[in-house]
């Protein structure tokens, strides 16, 4: 069955670390996205890619970055991370027909 | 004033009843509208969309919609206490493919 997995599913790292989010989807779709979920804010779009070699930025994207190498995967790379950053990271695929986006199962990410 | 607005909540009902969900939105240009359902500690998931006025039924759920008034609602007839969740609802602006959603409603469905 086509899925979309992220990994790790929990991280702890430490202020001012690098850290990259791995999200992979074999549905085969060319759009994906990337959320963070804070309480009392609800999902709010860091980066989203509409196919390969495209990436583009959404409404919280400071710190953050993004690449399309290939269909199935989108990297969120936290440069230098900050305690703000601690939250829970989804990653969203949809396909170019159809609007709805399917979510993966989460990443929490603690940064001390 | 948020793109999109939900009750925070909780809602509470009874197992059985009707729980009416509702959903504003400020861009008059939005297109398309979704419900998701998001249990504790668990990632969304789509329950249905919505393109045009009026009602669209799946089951035991109604969407509802009404662009002149600009709100989204949904409907969960004969409530189970396995609807209790975050019911997040989100709309598509523009011709891009993102989607804004609100912060979420949380049901409570008592047995």
């Known amino acids: 069955d086509a899925e979309i997995t992220q990994s790790p599913r929990h991280k702890i790292t430490e202020t001012g670390r690098q850290v990259t989010l791995a999200c992979h989807q074999t549905?085969?779709?060319?759009?994906m996205f990337w959320y963070r979920q804070d309480l009392g804010h609800g999902l709010r779009l860091i980066h989203y890619?509409?196919?390969?070699?495209?990436?583009n930025k959404g409404e919280v994207s400071d710190g953050y970055s993004v690449s399309r190498s290939n269909t199935e995967d989108l990297p969120l790379t936290l440069e230098s991370a900050a305690s703000s950053q601690t939250s829970v990271y989804f990653c969203?695929?949809?396909?170019?027909?159809?609007?709805?986006?399917?979510f993966g199962p989460g990443t929490r990410l603690l940064v001390l | 004033q948020k793109e999109v607005e939900q009750n925070s909540g909780p809602l509470s009902v009874p197992e059985g009843a009707i729980a009416s969900l509702n959903c504003t939105y400020s861009?008059?240009?939005?297109?398309?509208f979704f419900w998701y359902r998001q249990y504790s500690g668990k990632s969304p998931e789509l329950i249905m969309f919505?393109?045009?006025?009026g009602d669209k039924e799946d089951g035991r759920f109604t969407a509802q919609l009404n662009k002149a008034s600009q709100y989204v609602s949904l409907l969960i007839r004969d409530s189970q206490p396995s609807d209790s969740a975050t019911y997040l609802c989100?709309?598509?602006?523009?011709?891009?493919?993102?989607?804004?959603f609100g912060s979420g409603t949380r049901l409570l469905v008592r047995p």
């Open positions: 989100a709309v598509r602006r523009d011709s891009s493919y993102k989607l804004i």
């Open positions: 861009d008059r240009g939005s297109q398309s």
């Open positions: 919505i393109y045009s006025n």
């Open positions: 890619s509409y196919g390969v070699q495209d990436t």
């Open positions: 549905w085969n779709h060319n759009n």
């Open positions: 969203a695929s949809s396909s170019g027909a159809q609007e709805t986006q399917y």
